[in-house]
């Protein structure tokens, strides 16, 4: 037998080579998996030492076999992917998925968390709006039903947090941009919502000013979700104020970069690399529609299926263990430049 004490379900899949989403499903009904499945998993279990929480188990068997999955604005495509994977790791492990946007309201958010508690459901991944949200209530909430928080972080509230490395989006879109041109203005919406517009801004001066450079942060008015809209009439205005002293902007987002670029359009500024462009322009989050931007934008991408497969384990994880862990685990992915015309 293996020295190593194996803890978690985690564990013993990474040692035994069996996905998270089918150890799940075995241990909760062994009929729910082909024969040849079940066969290695007994194996392994005789090779290793481990043996499920069946307390735990046996307690969320009184929960019914959902997991609420609730996003700040499902018709943001970025969510709608991320909520799209997610779905599908609930469904390889035998759970049903509920779905529900907070529509960017605070109300809307408790009360689409408040439905999932009516429904029983054995955890919840929650994409919180940030600011505007009620933290009192979801750190009261995330102690009754096990929650992992993904994508936008609450310091301190829930057992886990998943989402991407805001440091690597920002250190790679201002180390490329500086090396290949003049440096980037960094243009974002006045007091946003979204803690990873906060430490986007945060970690572009910081880096900025490890490069000996002077930051510049030029906002726009505007609130609310349609982050097109913001960034083509702040764009206008600040292309007119001629707000931008160097040739290169930084968008805190792809939805704010898209809609500036339709400002550049309106202008009449080229945006490009190389000789006869006005601009160069970059976002971040790889937006599914930013390949397709005129032209194509450059960005700084999300690992959305690791983003969603880690939230999804770590869920199935803390339920195992009852819904607590002991000590708040926090995993971030790297993001991955994506080089497009745009920059």
């Not at 090779?47 to 969320?60: H, K, L």
């Not at 970025?78 to 605070?106: K, M, N, W, Y």
């Not at 909430?141 to 992992?148: L, Q, R």
């Not at 339709?262 to 945006?271: D, S």
């Amino acid at each position: 037998m293996d020295d190593k004490k194996i803890r978690t379900m985690e564990d013993f899949a990474e040692v035994s080579g069996i996905s998270r989403p089918t150890l799940s499903k075995y241990f909760q009904d062994p009929e729910s998996v082909r024969q040849s499945t079940r066969d290695r998993i007994e194996t392994a279990l005789d090779s290793y030492d481990y043996r499920p929480n069946i307390f735990a188990m046996n307690q969320n068997r009184k929960l019914t076999r959902t997991i609420g999955i609730v996003v700040p604005y499902l018709t943001d495509p970025v969510f709608g992917e991320i909520a799209r994977t997610i779905e599908q790791q609930c469904l390889i492990a035998g759970f049903r998925a509920a779905l529900f946007s907070s529509h960017g309201d605070r109300e809307s958010e408790i009360e689409a968390l408040e439905s999932l508690r009516s429904l029983r459901p054995s955890g919840v991944l929650l994409s919180p709006l940030g600011r505007f949200s009620d933290r009192d209530y979801i750190a009261s909430f995330c102690e009754s039903v096990p929650t992992v928080i993904f994508d936008r972080d609450m310091e301190g509230v829930g057992e886990a947090f998943v989402g991407s490395d805001n440091r690597s989006f920002v250190n790679q879109s201002v180390e490329y941009l500086t090396r290949t041109g003049e440096p980037p203005c960094f243009f974002e919406m006045k007091n946003p919502s979204n803690p990873n517009s906060i430490a986007r801004r945060e970690n572009y001066k910081k880096t900025m000013e490890s490069l000996g450079l002077e930051p510049v942060i030029v906002q726009v008015d505007g609130s609310g979700w349609e982050f097109e809209r913001i960034g083509y009439e702040g764009g206008l205005k600040a292309l007119d104020e001629r707000a931008f002293p160097t040739n290169t902007v930084l968008c805190s987002n792809d939805r704010l970069a898209i809609g500036f670029l339709a400002a550049c359009y309106e202008r009449g500024l080229r945006v490009g690399r190389g000789s006869g462009h006005a601009l160069r322009v970059a976002g971040h989050d790889d937006h599914p529609q930013s390949r397709f931007s005129c032209p194509s934008l450059t960005t700084v991408a999300h690992e959305y299926d690791k983003l969603s497969e880690a939230a999804v384990q770590q869920l199935f994880d803390l339920i195992e263990s009852g819904g607590r862990f002991g000590e708040r685990r926090v995993t971030l992915f790297p993001a991955r430049l994506t080089l497009r015309s745009s920059a």
